[in-house]
């Protein structure tokens, strides 16, 4: 979410994704401030000249705003980014690590000094005042013209914090209501707080729903983590994820986060130069415009990874979504827990620590989060979204791209899946071929298995009964006398 930080405000427990907005002009005497607001009727000359204030810039949208407004805004005067130490990293060590990503490859080929416009504040917005110290306050107020809040915690379960513990795990659940976690029960806060202020600010608020992958921009299929969809697709591609609760007819809102960026921007510009009386909720989602369904996303995800495999896959792809919550344990228990019980006890025998088990359980945690979102369809309004797109110019349409209809569904999740194995896994493409032989031989494998388990069936079951004999010498006639059929009826029509 993002707004422009009004002098003694701060922004603690504002949401994540919103559009930017501008600031009257301040005085340059501590850092030069570009123009605000004018009749502009390009979003590219909006943001020449601009000082702007980016929450959450390290992390995945972040980063893709940030390489988004250096790339196609080279004039923009300077990108100031509120950091955290973490880790044990510094905060210099933070900035200068995501500089270095991939992510940056063209900004950096057409400027290799880019990030000389990029300057690091400082800042923890768990605290107050954000942590902020009073020299980058007065220097933040003095030239900052826009604000994009994209920071926020992506865990569905974060426990709330602000009174003792055990009083809020007590409350929480009656807090929340109806809502699903704490993650949506705190955006809907969010909202209602940057609503309450929106007669002091100009406002514009983005909602994307499940982000996912870049469709085009920098390059297709760009992701840098294993959050939302991306671990579930890594976890299908490596023949772990065998089974899923959800509705294979449900829309799966996937929205690529090029199209989340370029619409943020746009809504900025529009947000600023406009200035509408209210603030605008832009709904940024697909599930109305060019729907896609968790049935057809199971088969092209299966279908891609059989096509690109990722390395040493413990498993060939083959996973099963169903909505029905019998079947979907049974599943569970066959293709998931089983396994695990067998590989780790291969794993003890030969010396080794076992953690199959351990990786299925954070696995069903992981998955159980999202049951909720693939089992249910929502209906979003998207009058604001077009709106916005009729007021860009038609280069503005082309460089900042946020139209959905475009996007072809199989060949995003193509990319999709062969990013999590470039950039999230970083496998070489090189060693697919490799990757093939090995599903190759999962695959005998399996059918090795399966052969013994029949084998093993008869002799303990079968074998052993005359009427389970019965039965089965009479299945083996009655396919007998099928195959006997067909081939004299295919002998008289030649």
């Given amino acids: 979410m993002s707004t422009v930080l009004p002098e003694g405000r701060d922004l603690d427990g504002v949401g994540e994704e919103a559009a930017a907005v501008d600031g009257p002009n301040r005085p340059t005497d501590l850092c030069s401030s570009g123009t605000a607001g004018g009749n502009m009727t390009s979003v590219v000359e909006y943001y020449t000249g601009k000082n702007v204030l980016i929450t959450g810039a390290t992390g995945f949208m972040g980063k893709v705003l940030v390489e988004k407004l250096l790339r196609t805004c080279p004039e923009v005067q300077a990108l100031y980014i509120l950091v955290r130490p973490k880790a044990g990293q510094s905060m210099q060590q933070r900035v200068s690590d995501m500089m270095k990503c991939k992510l940056f490859d063209r900004v950096r080929e057409d400027n290799p000094d880019f990030h000389q416009k990029i300057i690091p504040i400082s800042s923890e917005l768990t605290q107050p005042g954000l942590a902020i110290s009073p020299?980058?306050?007065?220097?933040?107020?003095a030239c900052i013209n826009i604000v994009f809040h994209c920071a926020a915690t992506i865990?569905?379960?974060?426990p709330l914090k602000w009174m003792d513990d055990d009083i809020v795990l007590d409350i929480t659940p009656r807090l929340i209501g109806d809502r699903p976690n704490t993650y949506t029960y705190t955006k809907a806060l969010a909202e209602c707080v940057v609503q309450q202020e929106q007669d002091k600010l100009n406002i514009g608020i983005i909602r994307p729903s499940i982000v996912?992958?870049?469709w085009q921009e920098p390059f297709p299929g760009w992701i840098d983590n294993f959050n939302g969809p991306s671990g579930v697709f890594i976890a299908a591609g490596k023949g772990i994820l065998r089974t899923m609760r959800a509705n294979n007819d449900a829309v799966a809102d996937l929205i690529p986060v090029d199209t989340v960026v370029n619409l943020t921007l746009a809504a900025g510009w529009y947000t600023a130069v406009h200035r509408p009386k209210t603030a605008l909720v832009y709904n940024c989602t697909t599930g109305g415009i060019n729907p896609f369904h968790w049935g057809e996303i199971e088969h092209h995800v299966m279908s891609s990874f059989k096509r690109n495999p990722l390395d040493q896959a413990f498993r060939r792809p083959n996973a099963n979504i169903t909505s029905n919550y019998l079947i979907y344990q049974y599943w569970i228990l066959v293709s998931h827990k089983f396994p695990?019980?067998?590989?780790?006890?291969?794993?003890?025998?030969?010396?080794?620590?076992?953690?199959?088990?351990?990786?299925?359980n954070r696995l069903h945690k992981a998955i159980g989060l999202l049951e909720y979102f693939s089992s249910q369809d929502w209906e979003w309004n998207s009058e604001n979204m077009n709106m916005l797109m009729s007021q860009l110019t038609a280069e503005d349409r082309k460089t900042f791209n946020f139209d959905v209809r475009q996007l072809n569904w199989p060949e995003y999740i193509e990319n999709y899946c062969l990013g999590t194995k470039k950039y999230v896994l970083n496998e070489d493409m090189s060693d697919i071929p490799a990757a093939r032989q090995h599903l190759r031989k999962l695959r005998n494998i399996r059918y090795t298995f399966?052969?013994?388990?029949?084998?093993?069936?008869?002799?303990?079951?079968?074998?052993?009964?005359?009427m389970a004999r019965n039965i089965w010498?009479?299945?083996?006639?009655?396919c007998f006398k099928f195959l006997s059929y067909f081939r004299a009826s295919s002998t008289l029509t030649n």
């Fill in 155 to 158: 865990r569905f379960d974060e």
């Fill in 135 to 141: 020299e980058d306050q007065e220097r933040l107020k």
């Fill in 473 to 478: 010498y009479f299945v083996v006639s009655l």
């Fill in 340 to 360: 695990a019980l067998i590989y780790d006890l291969f794993l003890r025998l030969s010396g080794q620590k076992p953690q199959m088990m351990r990786i299925f």
């Fill in 212 to 214: 996912g992958a870049s």
């Fill in 450 to 466: 399966n052969t013994l388990l029949v084998v093993f069936i008869w002799r303990v079951f079968i074998a052993r009964s005359q």
